[in-house]
């Protein structure tokens, strides 16, 4: 743990003494809002394609997607003793037990892959379904990420999520009960919502069992409901500017429980998605790096 905030890097190091990689995988999920199950038409902001690596395929099977981050990471000069697998794609436990086990176990199966990350939504798991995920913990690392986007139910059916507060703080509650690594992510920005509201809402995460979170500002994506929604009614988003989103990260971190590993801070999309790009495509790293040095020159302040 740094003195500002626990980072997802020095986690990693402390659970498996060394830096670990993830590894995406689009494993041929789909969505209860999108399928029908819930609702139809998806989240309003989101464009899944957008968001994962290229050489993730639903039409590779999960070991050749395996083997392809490996190879895309040692392409970048990145290579590790040990990955994890990320189920990133959709909802990666809307599907029946069966296909679960077969998949989750595929991807153990590989000599390199250490733990999976599970990313999914609060309405997507039941207790057959926690109970079998966390029985891999005896085998390997195993974290559930959930999508929960926003404290305000307001915020929630503004964006399509078919889903209320309430789902997601059970969610969270019952796979902590079982041991099982429990993330969280949020976007800030969301149609509706002020800075204020977003740092009142911390106190009801700190309630939550959560071992880590993932914060991203809104991208308005191309080909969205939500680009559509940004255009018609510009006034109902609050749109940061760089200093103004590092400020916010800054006030949250003073107000996050601080045993909660932070992830991110922001997101990069690539930019042929995006609607809009208000901070000229800044990378994610010069962010990250604000971030820290920002909140060290706050430390040295306090302590002078």
């Known amino acids: 743990m740094s003195d500002h905030y626990y980072t997802y890097k ?23 809002n999108r399928d029908g ?12 394609n957008a968001f994962v690596p290229r050489y993730c395929s639903s039409e590779k099977d999960i070991l050749q997607q395996i083997n392809d981050g490996i190879e895309f990471h040692r392409q970048r000069g990145r290579e590790s003793q ?74 929630l059916r503004r964006i399509n999520r078919g889903h209320d507060f309430a789902t997601a703080q ?54 969205t409901a939500m680009e559509q929604e940004f255009q018609e009614h510009p006034e109902d988003f609050y749109r940061f500017s760089m200093d103004e989103y590092i400020d916010l990260m800054v006030e949250t971190v003073k107000r996050l429980r601080k045993d909660i590993v932070i992830e991110r801070f922001a997101s990069e999309v690539p930019p042929k998605y995006l609607s809009t790009s208000p901070w000229k495509l800044q990378r994610y790293d010069i962010i990250l790096q604000k971030i820290r040095k920002k909140i060290e020159n706050g430390k040295r302040k306090t302590e002078n």
Request: glycine content about 8%.
């Open 10 to 32: 020095q986690f990693l190091i402390d659970r498996f003494g060394e830096p670990v990689l993830k590894l995406p995988i689009d494993a041929g999920f789909s969505c209860p």
């Open 37 to 48: 199950t819930v609702c139809i038409g998806g989240c309003t902001y989101c464009l899944n």
């Open 82 to 155: 040990g990955y994890l697998a990320y189920f990133q794609a959709f909802s990666n436990t809307h599907a029946p037990l069966a296909q679960l086990q077969k998949l989750y176990e595929t991807a153990l199966s590989h000599p390199k892959i250490k733990g999976l990350i599970i990313g999914t939504r609060p309405d997507c798991v039941d207790e057959e379904k926690l109970n079998y995920i966390a029985s891999l913990k005896q085998q390997a690392f195993i974290s559930i990420e959930y999508g929960i986007e926003s404290c305000y139910d307001r915020t």
């Open 170 to 223: 059970r969610a969270v509650a019952q796979t902590a009960s079982r041991g099982i690594h429990t993330g969280a992510h949020f976007i800030i920005g969301l149609p509706g919502e002020t800075p204020e509201d977003w740092l009142n809402g911390i106190p009801l995460i700190n309630q939550m069992p959560l071992n880590s979170i993932k914060f991203h500002q809104l991208q308005i994506i191309k080909g």
